[in-house]
């Protein structure tokens, strides 16, 4: 039997990531109480027979555990901390509180001790592995909070992911998951600019591609994201948006820590060079079209 069998849980933000990552939650026997800005989404999973939650705090107000998979920190800001409708109006003593998307590391410290003041428990769990790993259940997870509010997590990120980690206190998780998007930043550059070379210089990207596979330069990213790039196909499994955004959250603590991450400011500026020219929409991937318009 399901370790959250029965378990009543809220979740907010039903995007890309988000709406998998419900149905997984209610596959493994949660009873699922659902809110997103657009209620196309809602409507399709109470179809599915989650029930509507009608605010983030009605959310919380029914739920044990409220997870949060918004895009930004002005949106999670906003369903967190509304005095009349974010999720603070409605919790009760020991709510558990997730938020599983890229948050900057000052504004969950911040929404951690407003939520803890109002004697609810909080976890900051990003994750990393895209629509691939919200649909398969194996996303990597990286927390940050206290002992007691990870191990009531746990039984959820069982659902959800195949590597979990307990990085550290409050915010230690969005600090791995930083140091995760600067890395996924500049491998997907590199990738894009190893195949354009190899495309200009006369060799079959795909082959070299393929000649790659298993030495130093193999990764996730050469086998997922260079096929993306070779096949010209860019659905978003991460929106290249969202990448930037995550780049330039990184490059903001950097800043506030004192130290230069040159490299990925190079990155977050090709980024918005793909943006400007309307790729915003396309995956990450698409970061080859600011390098190779062809």
Same mark, same amino acid.
């Given at each position: ?25 209610? @596959? ?29 705090? @009605? ?18 800001? @906003? ?51 895209? $629509? ?7 996303? $990597? ?14 039984? *959820?990120?069982? *659902?959800?992911?195949? @590597? ?17 998007? *600067? ?11 190893? #195949? $354009? ?23 996730? *990213? ?28 990184? #490059?903001? !603590? ?6 230069? !991450? ?7 500026? #090709? ?24």
């Amino acid at each position: 039997m399901s370790a959250i069998k029965g378990m009543k849980i809220g979740f907010i933000g039903l995007g890309l990531m988000g709406k998998p990552m419900a149905r997984n939650l209610a @596959k493994a026997g949660a009873e699922m109480i659902v809110h997103n800005r657009s209620q196309a989404s809602v409507e399709e999973l109470a179809a599915e027979g989650m029930t509507p939650g009608g605010s983030p705090a @009605k959310v919380a107000a029914a739920a044990d555990i409220v997870i949060c998979m918004l895009t930004d920190t002005p949106a999670v800001e @906003k369903v967190m901390l509304d005095e009349s409708d974010g999720i603070i109006a409605g919790i009760t003593p020991g709510t558990l509180v997730i938020d599983m998307g890229t948050t900057k590391v000052p504004a969950t410290r911040a929404m951690a001790a407003a939520i803890e003041k109002n004697g609810g428990l909080y976890v900051d769990a990003p994750v990393s592995g895209g $629509t691939i790993g919200a649909e398969g259940g194996t996303l $990597t997870i990286m927390a940050g909070g206290s002992d007691e509010a990870f191990k009531r997590a746990r039984p *959820v990120f069982e *659902v959800l992911g195949q @590597k979990i980690t307990h990085v550290g206190g409050v915010g230690t998780g969005q600090v791995a998951k930083a140091a995760n998007q *600067v890395i996924v930043g500049l491998n997907i550059g590199a990738v894009a600019e190893a #195949l $354009t070379l190899a495309k200009h210089a006369g060799a079959d990207p795909a082959r070299v591609r393929e000649a790659l596979g298993g030495g130093f330069a193999d990764s996730r *990213v050469l086998e997922v994201h260079g096929q993306r790039m070779i096949d010209d196909l860019f659905t978003p499994g991460a929106r290249a948006t969202v990448q930037r955004k995550d780049m330039d959250q990184a #490059l903001e !603590l950097a800043a506030e820590l004192g130290i230069a !991450l040159p490299a990925t400011a190079l990155s977050r500026d #090709l980024y918005d060079r793909l943006i400007a020219n309307g790729g915003g929409d396309l995956d990450h991937a698409g970061l080859i079209k600011a390098i190779d318009p062809e």
